[in-house]
């Protein structure tokens, strides 16, 4: 019993979240979700790029810098597409931690290699999470699909 009104509520508020999104929130969604995968697919190259660097040619390195500071400014495209998304508040606040971290992450490198080492080795560490919310970001600014609550 328990089972078939937690499936009812469920199907209810698919329903209901699809109803109040407007068609214009509904396209941002679409729009948030390829910007969030493109900024995805330059966190995964950014990885590439550090382990063909640092295993295979010391050339590498410039075109991962490129690419890190360029990727500073994708969070704003995706804040632009979120603002007529009607995201939760746990969206929000994965997207302000993400935000935080893609502008903390360059800092990392800067810091002292003899005092400061052991900080500089988070920049790779920064470099998962940032993988993880981003995830979190793709999967929470899907627009919901009306046969979800039908399984």
């Known amino acids: 019993m328990t089972t078939s009104t937690s499936s009812t509520s469920s199907t209810a508020a698919v329903a209901a979240t699809t109803s109040v999104l407007s068609g214009r929130a509904v396209s941002a969604r679409r ?29 590498f390195l410039t075109v991962h810098e490129a690419l890190g500071w360029s990727m500073t400014y994708w969070p704003f495209l995706m804040l ?13 606040v994965f997207f302000v931690v993400t935000v935080v971290l893609v502008h903390i ?15 500089r080795a988070l920049h790779p560490l920064n470099g998962v999470v940032l993988v993880l919310l981003t995830h979190g970001l793709m999967r929470g600014a899907r627009p919901p699909r009306a046969s979800e609550g039908e399984r």
Do not use: N
């Open 31 to 59: 729009v948030l979700v390829t910007l969030t995968g493109i900024f995805m697919l330059g966190l995964l190259a950014q990885a590439y790029l550090a382990g063909a660097f640092l295993m295979w040619d010391g050339d």
């Open 105 to 119: 992450q360059p800092l990392f490198v800067f810091l002292d290699r003899e005092a400061m080492g052991w900080a």
């Open 80 to 92: 632009v597409a979120a603002l007529f998304s009607k995201l939760d508040r746990r969206w929000w």
